[in-house]
């Protein structure tokens, strides 16, 4: 990417990082799939998408059909297709990969697929008749009868809606509680807009929405609504709230107007035209997970001459995804390692340095600033990227028994999402630690069918997986429900008190 673009100039860096593909190069990729017998890509998917299933629709010019085999599976499939680190996903287990060195591009396949039928669908806005489009097109399974039962959702994010879409084909009324004004969680307002638009995240909340789902934006649990409340209103409760805000650095300097959260950082690129997004000429962007990464990209991206990524430990420490690192050293973003911050410096209130020490790791195995090793480094403008706040004590006051882990994660099982409340369940980063979109969906559904049974009695497994018919134990069970067959073949009930590890 030239230096200088901005997302909105024409040259610019607005784009997604991979293109649609047109229909003939769909169906030309389609055709390097081996179609393999118990596919390992399925097991890779969290969510269990068949994927030899849906890449044989779209070699056969059907993407319709791909499209109801991707989203009868995972509600998310379209955001899913866009963000999912698929390289140590679903293409990272895909068999061509270790024959070609290539995997079959199954991201992109599903994008072309989910694409094409929100083109047929128009899917924007708050659109009436949406639900009979869907149906006319078969998209989505028609929804059970309905139980009578209604269940909270606190959180619009993907275990939200994840949950809420399952709930809501299992006939069960899910009405979802967000505080923001825009429902879809981090992927309406935190995923790098070169990987995925705002707008694929809301219309995929339309989606969810034509399955009868009810939306209460802008009313957060706790403040507008207490959880008393929602206890006596619904017969069950599940908690999908997410992390919450960037965590800061603390260092001296921190309160100076250019510095910002990544978080804050993101969410400005989503909320305003690229124009008016501020970026300095010199950026410094500290912490080295793949949210550092998605900044120093985006800085890039918006025109920062210069953007540095500062990590307190070496190049072969960097917890961000190496396919995320490569990316941003093709963007031109440089790499400072070993090295932490030790104060922000300013000129007239302006940000003007950060002043800087070498680290190592001594006999001990701490890490330590190199005695006289200091430095100052001019930056006009820095960003914190070094993790977002837990929801612990949030939810301790939300729910004074709840049970959490030693990471400060709801506690809850790994089948059901159950947690130690009667009626409440969990799912997403505030109850797997913090993960991906995809686990937040498949946690989301997972929960919903923990509910179900505890309406019902009924177990639900499945989809079906085509592919795998012949398998031993039925062709249904790979990704999503590993967890349970697991669970099963170490003789464990998959329904006693086994908790996320
Ligand atoms: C900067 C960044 C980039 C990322 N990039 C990727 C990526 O490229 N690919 C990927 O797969 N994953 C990515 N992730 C991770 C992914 O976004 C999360 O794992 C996923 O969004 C978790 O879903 P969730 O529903 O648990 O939480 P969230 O998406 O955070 O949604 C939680 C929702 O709950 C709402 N909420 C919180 N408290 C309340 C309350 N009291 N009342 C009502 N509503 C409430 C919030 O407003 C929010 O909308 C990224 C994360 C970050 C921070
Ligand atoms: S592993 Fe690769 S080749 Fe085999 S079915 Fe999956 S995508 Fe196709």
């Known amino acids: 990417m030239p230096a200088g673009a901005r997302l909105d100039s024409p040259a610019a860096g607005m784009a997604e990082l991979q293109p649609p593909y047109t229909s003939q190069q769909a169906v030309v990729e389609a055709q390097r799939c081996l179609f393999c017998f118990d596919a390992p890509c399925i097991q890779a998917c969290p969510t269990g998408i068949d994927v030899p299933s849906f890449i044989r629709k779209i070699a056969h010019g059907n993407p319709v059909a791909a499209a109801r085999t991707i989203l009868s599976a995972n509600i998310l499939g379209a955001s899913c297709a866009r963000v999912c680190p698929t390289e140590v996903l679903c293409e990272g287990a895909c068999v061509v990969l270790s024959w070609e060195g290539d995997p079959v591009k199954i991201g992109r396949l599903q994008r072309h697929a989910t694409d094409y039928v929100f083109e047929q669908l ?42 809420a879409a399952e709930l809501a084909q299992l006939g069960h009324q899910a009405v979802v509680f967000e505080k923001r004004p825009r429902a879809g969680g981090l992927n309406t307002h935190g995923v790098a807009v070169y990987k995925m638009k705002p707008a694929t995240g809301l219309a995929e909340v339309e989606l969810v929405k034509s399955l009868g789902v009810e939306f209460r934006c802008g009313v957060e649990v706790g403040r507008d609504i207490s959880v008393a409340q929602l206890e006596k209103e619904f017969d069950a409760i599940f908690i999908g709230m997410g992390f919450g805000g960037g965590l800061r650095l603390g260092i001296p300097g921190g309160d100076l107007p250019e510095v910002i959260t990544a978080l804050d950082f993101i969410e400005q690129i989503h909320t305003r035209p690229a124009a008016e997004v501020r970026v300095g000429k010199c950026v410094a962007v500290i912490g080295g997970g793949n949210t550092a990464i998605d900044a120093v990209t985006q800085a890039r991206r918006l025109g920062a001459p210069s953007a540095t990524v500062i990590y307190h430990r070496g190049e072969n420490d960097l917890p961000a995804y190496p396919f995320e690192y490569e990316l941003a050293k093709r963007d031109g973003a440089q790499f400072l390692f070993n090295a932490a911050a030790l104060e922000i410096l300013a000129e007239e209130g302006r940000v003007s340095a950060l002043r800087l020490a070498r680290t190592r ?21 820095v960003i914190e990227a070094i993790g977002q706040e837990k929801q612990t004590e949030t939810l301790r006051r939300h729910f004074p028994a709840l049970e959490f882990d030693e990471r400060g994660a709801v506690q809850c099982h790994a089948v059901t999402g159950r947690t130690n409340l009667p009626r409440v369940f969990a799912g997403g980063d505030c109850a797997n630690g913090g993960h991906e979109v995809v686990h937040a969906v498949a946690d989301g559904k997972r929960a919903a069918r923990g509910i179900h049974a505890m309406f019902s009695g009924e177990t639900v497994t499945g989809p079906v997986q085509p592919s795998r018919l012949g398998v031993a134990g039925g062709a249904f069970g790979s990704g999503l429900d590993y967890r349970r067959r697991f669970l099963e073949q170490h003789s464990q009930s998959a329904n006693d008190g086994v908790v996320h590890g």
């Open 122 to 163: 128009d899917v924007a806005g708050d659109r009436p008749g949406l639900a009979e489009q869907c149906s006319a097109l078969r998209i989505l399974g028609k929804p059970a009868a309905s139980s009578g039962k209604r269940v909270a959702i606190i959180g619009g994010g993907p275990a939200g809606l994840g949950c």
């Open 361 to 381: 790791v001594n006999d001990a195995g701490a890490l330590e600033t190199v005695p006289g090793s200091e430095w100052v480094e001019p930056f006009d403008m």
